[in-house]
């Protein structure tokens, strides 16, 4: 699912191409089951509400996008991305979402017109680089000649038309909690927040993952900040006390900045064999290896009537521990 990191590189990669641009027409290339996703428009109003209109700049909050227009009409347009929603434009070569994406080979056996830069994940990319793309929901053109699609491989994406140009005064915006890009609070202010949070007993994933307190982080922004201030996900928010709530405070800030400033690429870190330490441990993807350590025993599977280990399991267990020279866990 985007995050902030990667709906914050959306909101640059479609500022450099959009504003001062006036949108000239949307086209949905595929409506199919398209109009759930509107939350209180149609995809005809959500059109006719901002074409022939300026764009003046691309906001973001959280994990939400909105186009503000220089207009005193009162609409504005709100993406979300869902669980793979992304932005591609033609025609803009020096801009990628992944960078590694500028070493993919162009494989389409008509000639294209112009590069495609991608706001994609991987195995969102067409074998062949057609225009529109694959999974292309909403596609508008603009004033300068810019062609932008929105694209949802999952069709979990959220598009509302607020009737308000101060969106975050508004539904869905105004019950988002603070962006910890945008406006991380001081230690004092994030302490009051904390204090203030019921129930006090949640956990602290459950906590990070919680819009309403902190706008932008998901799974994996959250298991990230954890890992780095050494906390359990299941440890209890009321059992902290104030030099693990500045832990908590100064990682959570470092790691939405430094996705931030990576481009929410997949690929960092990268994958590749590194120690830890003096423990001489080593990662390989996602295995841990530990030559020192013994493995520990398997758990045998037990019936209700017999509760003896299984003899083919046992066997397996007896191959599985022999020494070797690199034992994994």
Same mark, same amino acid.
């Given at each position: 699912?985007?995050?902030?990191?990667?709906?914050?590189?959306?909101?640059?990669?479609?500022?450099?191409?959009?504003?001062?641009?006036?949108?000239?027409?949307?086209?949905?290339?595929?409506?199919?089951?398209?109009?759930?996703?509107?939350?209180?428009?149609?995809?005809?109003?959500?059109?006719?509400?901002?074409?022939?209109?300026?764009?003046?700049?691309?906001?973001?909050?959280?994990?939400?996008?909105?186009?503000?227009?220089?207009?005193?009409?009162?609409?504005?347009?709100?993406?979300?991305?869902?669980?793979?929603?992304?932005?591609?434009?033609?025609?803009?070569?020096?801009?990628?979402?992944?960078?590694?994406?500028?070493?993919?080979?162009?494989?389409?056996?008509?000639?294209?017109?112009?590069?495609?830069?991608?706001?994609?994940?991987?195995?969102?990319?067409?074998?062949?680089?057609?225009?529109?793309?694959?999974?292309?929901?909403?596609?508008?053109?603009?004033?300068?000649?810019?062609?932008?699609?929105?694209?949802?491989?999952?069709?979990?994406?959220?598009?509302?038309?607020?009737?308000?140009?101060?969106?975050?005064?508004?539904?869905?915006?105004?019950?988002?909690?603070?962006?910890?890009?945008?406006?991380?609070?001081?230690?004092?202010?994030?302490?009051?927040?904390?204090?203030?949070?019921?129930?006090?007993?949640?956990?602290?994933?459950?906590?990070?993952?919680?819009?309403?307190?902190?706008?932008?982080?998901?799974?994996?922004?959250?298991?990230? *900040?954890?890992?780095? =201030?050494?906390?359990?996900? %299941? #440890?209890?928010?009321?059992? /902290?006390? $104030?030099?693990?709530?500045?832990? !908590?405070?100064?990682?959570?800030?470092?790691?939405?900045?430094?996705?931030?400033?990576?481009?929410?690429?997949?690929?960092?870190?990268?994958?590749?064999?590194?120690?830890?330490?003096?423990?001489?441990?080593?990662?390989?993807?996602?295995?841990?290896?530990?030559?020192?350590?013994?493995?520990?025993? *398997?758990?045998?599977? =037990?019936?209700?009537?017999? %509760? #003896?280990?299984?003899?083919? /399991?046992? $066997?397996?267990?007896?191959?599985? !521990?022999?020494?070797?020279?690199?034992?994994?866990?």
């Amino acid at each position: 699912m985007p995050e902030l990191p990667e709906v914050e590189y959306a909101r640059k990669l479609l500022a450099r191409f959009l504003i001062r641009t006036h949108i000239t027409k949307v086209s949905y290339p595929d409506a199919d089951g398209l109009s759930k996703r509107f939350m209180n428009c149609t995809p005809n109003a959500f059109a006719d509400g901002i074409i022939n209109r300026k764009i003046i700049d691309i906001k973001r909050h959280g994990k939400y996008l909105w186009f503000e227009m220089g207009d005193k009409q009162p609409l504005t347009p709100i993406f979300h991305f869902g669980m793979s929603g992304g932005f591609r434009i033609k025609s803009a070569p020096d801009v990628t979402y992944l960078k590694e994406l500028q070493h993919v080979k162009m494989k389409a056996k008509n000639e294209i017109d112009g590069q495609c830069e991608s706001f994609v994940y991987d195995n969102e990319l067409d074998a062949d680089l057609v225009w529109p793309p694959r999974f292309t929901r909403i596609r508008f053109l603009t004033s300068t000649g810019h062609d932008v699609c929105y694209t949802d491989l999952r069709k979990f994406g959220r598009f509302h038309l607020v009737e308000s140009n101060s969106p975050r005064t508004c539904l869905p915006l105004s019950k988002l909690g603070f962006d910890p890009y945008l406006e991380m609070p001081k230690f004092n202010d994030f302490k009051d927040l904390i204090g203030s949070y019921r129930p006090a007993s949640i956990e602290l994933k459950a906590l990070l993952l919680d819009q309403t307190f902190c706008a932008g982080i998901g799974n994996w922004i959250a298991d990230e *900040i954890l890992y780095q =201030t050494h906390f359990h996900p %299941r #440890k209890r928010l009321n059992t /902290l006390n $104030d030099e693990q709530l500045k832990l !908590l405070h100064k990682n959570i800030d470092y790691v939405i900045r430094t996705a931030v400033d990576a481009g929410g690429s997949h690929k960092f870190p990268p994958k590749k064999n590194q120690e830890v330490a003096s423990l001489g441990l080593e990662f390989i993807l996602h295995k841990l290896f530990l030559p020192q350590l013994p493995l520990p025993p *398997i758990v045998g599977i =037990t019936t209700p009537d017999t %509760r #003896k280990l299984s003899t083919k /399991l046992s $066997d397996k267990a007896k191959n599985f !521990l022999k020494p070797s020279s690199n034992d994994a866990i």
